[in-house]
């Protein structure tokens, strides 16, 4: 099926106003697009591995909504041209124009898949579940990977380091906790190398569904994973249900800007001479973190680097 996409050009300080008015004749499920940067807030909040490149925001916001082919657009439009220009008459909304423009009914969940193709982390195979492994790699370490809507292939440097990192540490008494687990990857590879037990924090209820598929396609016991949604960092109710003094590992995957807030925290869930592994770290705020971990009274133990990306590891003292 093909769709009737339509534009409309405002200024991002009318978004809330003209997607409410859009709402009072029906319309639903407004697409913002906007260059509006990112709030604290927001940062700490993406707990995944690339904070976005912001352009420089130029207060213009377009606001796509979607009608199908059976849809009377003619009425439609008319009833969005006269809110409009009710709006117009006391706000100034900006331009308050309507561009027209079709696209293809796309399956978009689906979509990321004929990108995502098998690769290796060393001698790890991951593998995404619709892809056949050869005969050449039955031998090796092999997970299968199908993130869907919750983040994380293992693919960026940043989860890359991370690996690394858990192969060097992780035993088989590991208690480890993941920090911004999204598709489970990160607890997935560590429970292969022998880890006893894993607990993963999210803030999107995605991941939860992706870990019990993921759990499910490399074999491992959903008994082996606890899988928790809610912010870590000052969500009481989360810590305690996390518990405390319990890991050996912590790793957190996620960005500069939400370690820094974390880390101090999250020391009450390690046990003394726990292991802190972190990433997500752009290189030019590496110092931010070395010095997070040290503030915290974390030993450093080591940074490792891929690119323009950095691993800081840390230890509890005991």
């Given amino acids: 099926m093909r769709w009737n996409k339509f534009t409309i050009q405002t200024k991002t300080d009318m978004e809330d106003i003209v997607i409410s008015s859009l709402a009072d004749i029906g319309i639903q499920g407004v697409e913002i697009e906007d260059k509006q940067p990112l709030t604290q807030q927001d940062k700490e909040q993406m707990f995944v591995d690339i904070l976005p490149d912001m352009p420089e925001d130029d207060g213009v916001a377009y606001l796509n909504f979607y009608l199908d082919e059976q849809e009377d657009k003619e009425a439609i439009l008319e009833k ?140 491992v016991p959903s008994k082996d994973f606890d899988m928790m949604i809610g912010n870590i960092i000052d969500d009481k109710e989360v810590q305690d249900k996390v518990g405390y003094e319990k890991y050996d590992i912590v790793v957190a995957n996620i960005l500069a800007d939400v370690l820094v807030p974390l880390t101090p925290v999250i020391l009450n869930q390690m046990k003394p001479g726990a292991i802190y592994i972190t990433s997500g770290i752009i290189d030019m705020k590496e110092e931010l973190v070395v010095e997070t971990v040290k503030k915290a009274g974390l030993e450093l133990v080591e940074v490792t680097r891929q690119g323009e990306w950095v691993s800081v590891t840390a230890r509890k003292p005991k």
């Fill in 80 to 219: 969005v041209k006269a809110e409009l220009e009710d709006l117009a008459s006391y706000l100034d909304i900006g331009a308050g124009t309507i561009t027209e423009s079709q696209t293809e009914d796309k399956d978009w969940i689906n979509n990321w898949k004929e990108f995502f193709k098998q690769f290796y982390v060393d001698d790890i195979l991951i593998i995404p579940s619709w892809e056949e492994v050869k005969a050449e790699d039955q031998d090796k370490m092999i997970i299968h990977i199908d993130p869907g809507t919750a983040f994380g292939t293992g693919k960026h440097e940043t989860t890359q380091l991370c690996i690394r990192q858990l192969k060097k540490y992780v035993t088989r008494s590991t208690e480890l906790l993941d920090v911004g687990t999204g598709s489970g990857i990160l607890g997935i590879i560590a429970l292969k190398f022998g880890a006893k037990h894993v607990v993963g924090t999210d803030l999107d209820p995605c991941a939860v569904p992706a870990v019990a598929e993921n759990l499910e396609v490399n074999h």
